[in-house]
């Protein structure tokens, strides 16, 4: 069985700049969770979506974050503008339903200078 | 707010037993999770208990869940140079109604 996939791996951007995360999840899985783990914490949770719904993005800064999930497959998270405070690896995880064990991609490394 | 509270770094010698503590405070946790991280690697679940548990054990992994004191502890028996990484616990529930939350994890460094 695939993992859950993550583009890009890495990515470098100047502060202000947009930026854009993709995550494909692991095939039938209905929920998709994108994380920011900032360095030297654990993750946090960002959004949450079940299908194509969004079941909570309460910590999701929608200011400058927005993220979908079209057809309730692929997801993409998008920073824009960037700020030097959101360096951090973006973690995106699914489970096959609202509960029950989450598997995490390997991640994307986003640094803002 | 809910919150997961981990020390920051353990050093045993390879083949002794490592101990690593958590704390949490969100008394409706259904479910208490350990995850471990690798360098430049995503999460990997190791194990799980459920709140109405005191104990399970997988191979060389024994997790002890204390309700009433909200302390979670997960022991590795003959600790390898392997197992050195980053350990995450968290807490979630069976409803899905949040999302798990972490604690910022514990650095285990097994030292040959």
């Known amino acids: 069985e695939a993992g859950v996939a993550q583009s890009p791996r890495y990515k470098i951007i100047e502060k202000r700049q947009s930026v854009a995360f993709w995550c494909n999840p692991i095939s039938g899985h209905a929920t998709l969770y994108w994380y920011q783990q900032i360095l030297g914490q654990g993750p946090k949770l960002l959004i949450q979506f079940q299908n194509n719904g969004v079941v909570d993005d309460s910590q999701l800064p929608k200011d400058r974050f927005s993220a979908e999930r079209l057809k309730g497959v692929d997801s993409t998270l998008k920073i824009q503008p960037a700020k030097l405070e959101d360096s951090a690896v973006y973690l995106c995880?699914?489970?096959?339903?609202?509960?029950?064990?989450?598997?995490f991609g390997p991640g994307t490394r986003l640094t803002v200078l | 707010g809910e919150d997961v509270e981990q020390s920051l770094f353990l050093s045993v010698r390879e083949g002794d037993s490592s101990v690593i503590n958590c704390t949490y405070t969100?008394?409706?946790?259904?479910?208490l999770y350990w995850y471990k991280q690798e360098p430049g690697a995503g999460l990997q679940l190791l194990t799980y208990i459920f709140s109405n548990m005191d104990m399970k054990q997988d191979q060389r992994l024994t997790v002890l869940l204390n309700k009433k004191d909200k302390h979670l502890s997960l022991r590795i028996a003959d600790t390898q140079t392997g197992d050195s990484a980053i350990y995450f616990c968290?807490?979630?529930?069976?409803?899905?109604?949040?999302?798990?939350?972490f604690g910022s994890g514990t650095r285990l460094q097994v030292q040959p």
């Open positions: 995880a699914s489970s096959p339903g609202l509960v029950g064990e989450q598997f």
């Open positions: 968290a807490d979630g529930m069976d409803t899905g109604r949040r999302a798990l939350t």
């Open positions: 969100d008394s409706s946790s259904t479910y």
